[in-house]
């Protein structure tokens, strides 16, 4: 896997992958606004990964370490070998997607009465982990589009 320095020119993906399902991000050309934000399964991420690397350019994938990365580096090394793979600590991810996912989607009517501690989102977060993987390798918040 390649070290790479986070510029713009080109797309960056984010993935943090799962057994039965995945959180998958791509950015703006820019590298500065989320494209697409993604909960699929496994098959359906690696479809979407590499029709990404086949139709556009992309600078990057952020990968989360934890246990779940090993196969996909295996997978990637063999079919996508030019695609630079940058892995991110997962510690910590889905609770900082479940703060990102407030701040995207700030609650309305009583559930803003709630501290955000007790508030669960309405939906699963594994886009959102792989957006705060991107972000933290980025340097920097991505806006929505």
Known sequence: MTATTPTAGGHWIGLD???SKCGLVRTD????????L???TPQESWDWLQHWCHSCSVKGLVLGDGTGSGPWQQAIGDALPELTVVLQPEAGSTLAARGRY???FPPRNLWKLL???LRL?????DDLAALVLLEAHLGHRLGLA
Request: charge should be neutral; glycine fraction near 12%; include cysteine.
């Open 29 to 36: 050309i820019s590298g500065q606004q989320v494209q697409d």
């Open 38 to 40: 993604l909960v699929c």
């Open 17 to 19: 992958p799962g057994r």
């Open 121 to 125: 989102p309405p939906r699963p977060l």
């Open 102 to 104: 407030w701040q995207l």
């Open 115 to 117: 501290p955000e501690g």
